[in-house]
């Protein structure tokens, strides 16, 4: 989905909301959900640190709108209304989060996470996912130009691979959901669209793509969009968000959540590990799997799977894991940077399979641990 779906819209609010307070305190603590409908943004959740002012955070919330590109009738970034519903961190969870005497910082909440990485692409992610948000990127980045000036900000795809032996090895069919302008119709938009197919995915993958089985708006149009045709909710493209089904997610969503809750910061160290696991050439596809307790600092266990039934190696590796990674909640942000803000530019095409920036976003996705597999 793009950065304009009403469920990405609140993602989107919800890191702002986690950049904000991290700028301000990097050990802040903060937990926002939002929702959105009809010229309608509300945001609730908790926080703890720096003291901001609700009359930023409403314009902060008015420039991200603006940046995904709503000027729509039924939402807009000038007169939208916006609720802010922030309030201190419950003195439960916290009591169980802080380092205290001799106990460490402790899990921000209970849960499993999960990490994964194969060989499918260059970025270690796999093939139908990337090439999904590979589309829809570049897809908003020429409607924001005015080269696609057809095109609104609510957007969608679906792309369906057939697989050889493990490896994708063509694309049988397309899905591109677009929200569109009134003045042009289906067969207008399918041609504005079809570039972007061969910008994305390499050619010999779309080789033998029928062009029936290239869907675009099936519904006949897509003009009402956004908010205002579907009310959006932080956390509801969790599969979207990591490896588009191809492997599994624990319960926990991303955005809204600074990096003491390990639905975030366990999962993005759990890629890191599985894609320099794979990036050292050991295997072709990682799994990890960590399981955290609140209060609790260290993880209750490290599963491994490398998809080769090699049990004694994946028992290795889980060692080497174990012997060469802090996975505790201080030792994952201190490894990764994770106290700046550097997750409004998360929210959208992926949290994973992105090129780590020179802010420190995306340091998960960093290959400088292959030589612990290696040997």
């Known amino acids: 989905v793009s950065e304009g779906h009403p469920d990405k819209v609140c993602d989107r609010i919800s890191d702002m909301v986690v950049d904000t307070y991290l700028s301000k305190e990097p050990l802040a603590r903060v937990?926002?959900?939002?929702?959105?409908?009809?010229?309608?943004?509300?945001?609730?959740?908790?926080?703890?640190?720096?003291?901001?002012?609700?009359?930023?955070?409403?314009?902060?919330?008015?420039?991200?709108?603006?940046?995904?590109?709503?000027?729509?009738?039924?939402?807009?970034?000038?007169?939208?209304?916006?609720?802010?519903?922030?309030?201190?961190?419950?003195?439960?969870?916290?009591?169980?989060?802080?380092?205290?005497g001799n106990k460490d910082e402790g899990a921000g909440d209970q849960g499993i996470m999960f990490g994964y990485a194969c060989n499918e692409t260059t970025t270690l992610m796999p093939a139908p996912i990337y090439y999904s948000h590979k589309i829809l990127e570049l897809m908003a980045t020429d409607r924001k130009k005015?080269?696609?000036d057809k095109l609104e900000p609510d957007s969608k795809s679906q792309v369906t691979m057939m697989y050889e032996n493990g490896m994708p090895r063509k694309v049988t069919s397309i899905v591109i959901s677009t929200q569109h302008s009134p003045d042009v119709n289906q067969s207008q938009v399918k041609e504005i669209v079809r570039p972007y197919l061969e910008k994305s995915i390499p050619k010999e993958l779309l080789s033998e793509l029928k062009d029936e089985e290239f869907y675009v708006n099936?519904?006949?149009?897509?003009?009402?969009?956004?908010?205002?045709?579907?009310?959006?909710?932080?956390?509801?493209?969790?599969?979207?968000?990591?490896?588009?089904?191809?492997?599994?997610?624990?319960?926990?969503?991303?955005?809204?959540?600074?990096?003491?809750?390990?639905?975030?910061?366990?999962?993005?160290?759990?890629?890191?590990i599985a894609k320099n696991v794979v990036a050292s050439k050991i295997a072709k596809k990682c799994l990890i799997q960590l399981a955290y307790a609140i209060g609790v600092s260290k993880p209750l266990s490290i599963y491994v799977d490398l998809f080769d039934g090699d049990?004694?190696?994946?028992?290795?590796?889980?060692?080497?894991?174990?012997?060469?990674?802090?996975?505790?909640?201080?030792?994952?942000?201190?490894?990764?940077?994770?106290?700046?803000?550097?997750?409004?530019?998360?929210?959208?095409?992926?949290?994973?399979?992105?090129?780590?920036?020179?802010?420190?976003?995306?340091?998960?996705?960093k290959t400088d641990k292959t030589a612990v597999f290696k040997k």
């Open 218 to 272: 099936p519904t006949g149009q897509f003009i009402i969009g956004g908010p205002d045709g579907d009310s959006g909710l932080t956390g509801r493209k969790i599969i979207v968000d990591t490896y588009g089904g191809a492997a599994p997610h624990g319960g926990g969503a991303f955005s809204g959540k600074d990096p003491s809750k390990v639905d975030r910061s366990a999962a993005y160290v759990a890629r890191y």
């Open 31 to 100: 937990a926002c959900e939002t929702l959105t409908t009809t010229n309608k943004v509300v945001l609730a959740g908790e926080t703890r640190g720096p003291e901001i002012k609700k009359d930023d955070l409403i314009q902060k919330v008015r420039g991200c709108i603006k940046d995904i590109g709503y000027e729509q009738k039924g939402f807009h970034w000038k007169n939208c209304n916006i609720d802010v519903h922030l309030h201190s961190q419950s003195s439960d969870i916290a009591m169980g989060v802080d380092s205290k």
């Open 311 to 365: 049990d004694e190696k994946s028992k290795h590796v889980e060692n080497l894991i174990k012997d060469n990674f802090d996975l505790s909640p201080r030792g994952i942000r201190e490894m990764l940077s994770l106290n700046k803000p550097i997750y409004e530019c998360t929210a959208a095409y992926g949290h994973f399979g992105r090129k780590p920036r020179s802010d420190g976003s995306f340091s998960w996705e």
């Open 146 to 148: 005015g080269i696609a």
